[in-house]
């Protein structure tokens, strides 16, 4: 089993910023992909940014440009920085994680992390 545990998230002004960070452990085999979703009040649960192995990223349109996602392999660690954020960016934020262990693939969710954007 591999556990996801998240941290960072909080109350912030408009245009202020905050980091988000994932650890892994337990049964942690190859990762592939490390990202962050988030689900916003009423809406559905969207990708806002993805780091593969070899480090290339994708993010959402709404973020690009102010958010930038990173990973520490070695620690098996993905971060979010935020910056200048906005209202619409208030949202629980989830970790995710694709990974592959002993030739199966599996796909593992933090539990979740409350972004709250409000002046």
């Known amino acids: 089993q591999v556990q996801l545990v998240e941290s960072g998230g909080g109350l912030v002004q408009p245009g202020g910023s905050l980091r988000l960070s994932c650890a892994a452990s337990?049964?942690?085999?190859?990762?592939?992909?490390m990202a962050w979703y988030r689900q916003a009040p009423g809406k559905q649960r969207e990708l806002v940014a993805l780091?593969?192995?070899?480090?290339?990223?994708n993010y959402a349109d709404s973020v690009k440009g102010r958010f930038t996602i990173s990973r520490d392999s070695a620690r098996n660690t993905v971060h979010l920085e935020m910056n200048s954020l906005k209202p619409e960016d208030t949202a629980v934020y989830y970790c995710?994680?694709?990974?592959?262990?002993?030739?199966?693939?599996?796909?593992?969710w933090g539990q979740g992390t409350q972004v709250t954007v409000s002046s």
């Open positions: 337990g049964r942690v085999g190859s990762i592939n992909t």
């Open positions: 995710n994680i694709g990974m592959v262990l002993d030739g199966i693939g599996y796909g593992y």
């Open positions: 780091i593969t192995m070899g480090r290339a990223t």
